[in-house]
């Protein structure tokens, strides 16, 4: 079973959007599993001190290697994959969220405040994941959208295992429009293609409209479309 093991300091806020809807029925039904480690029950001190200050100067805090260290090593066996969500790492996309839902367990560290001690980093062999180049408060946020991403890709989860082919990304194109009930809403039809029953009609349509939409909006992904085209 796919296994999402985060570190975090807020375990409360878990399993959150993810116990909704569909992902909420597969967690009951064990088609993934969600292990919620709260980093803070590994500190020390009485205090249960998590983080401290940056040595050099500078106003934030970061996580402390020996307490997060505690929390990796008690919890995580040997050659289990570990990421850090930070805004430093590899851009998260389809393709990473399709290998990450090939692995049984995905660990992965929520930082906050000004990061983690950079230490932790080396010493015990982390990929650092970003989901975007913003700067986000924690790593909570961002680690449902990668938890996400990956849960529709789960067999069984969907439900719906053909429409995912058809997806944004899938074929390196965005996805073409869709409409649906009524068929004439505020004077608008939807385009006469789609009623015409013709099905490889409509496949040359939608694949046009991918086209034509991934040129307009995404110039990066229409140039590496027309290269693998070439090959
Ligand atoms: N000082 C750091 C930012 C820390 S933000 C820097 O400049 O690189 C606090 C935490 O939020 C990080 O530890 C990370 O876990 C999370 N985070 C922030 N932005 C993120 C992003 N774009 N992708 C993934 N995680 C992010």
Not at 74 to 98: D, E, M, T
Not at 109 to 131: A, K, P, Q
Not at 181 to 191: F, N
Request: some cysteine; hydrophobic content about 35%.
């Amino acid at each position: 079973m796919w296994t999402a093991r985060v570190f975090t300091l807020y375990p409360e806020i878990f399993p959150g959007p993810l116990n909704k809807g569909l992902y909420g029925k597969a967690l009951k039904k064990k088609l993934w599993n969600l292990e919620i480690i709260n980093i803070r029950d590994s500190a020390g001190d009485k205090h249960k001190t998590v983080d401290d200050t940056s040595f050099g100067g500078g106003s934030g805090m970061l996580l402390k290697p020996d307490v997060l260290g505690k929390s990796l090593d008690s919890n995580i066996k040997k050659n289990q994959r570990v990421y850090y969500l930070s805004p430093k790492g590899q851009k998260f996309n389809q393709k990473k969220a399709k290998a990450l839902s090939k692995e049984k367990i995905v660990n992965l560290i929520c930082g906050h405040f000004e990061g983690v001690d950079e230490r932790i980093l080396e010493t015990r062999n982390i990929e650092e994941i970003s989901i975007g180049d913003y700067v986000l408060s924690g790593g909570e946020t961002a680690s449902f959208v990668l938890i996400d991403a990956v849960l529709r890709l789960l067999p069984g989860v969907l439900g719906n295992e053909t429409s995912k082919e058809e997806e944004s990304f899938e074929n390196g194109l965005l996805e073409y429009p869709q409409y649906t009930k009524p068929q004439i809403w505020e004077k608008k039809s939807v385009p006469d293609v789609l009623l015409s029953g013709d099905h490889a009609k409509i496949k040359d349509w939608r694949l046009s409209q991918s086209k034509d939409i991934t040129r307009r909006r995404r110039p990066d992904l229409w140039k590496k479309y027309l290269e693998k085209d070439k090959k």
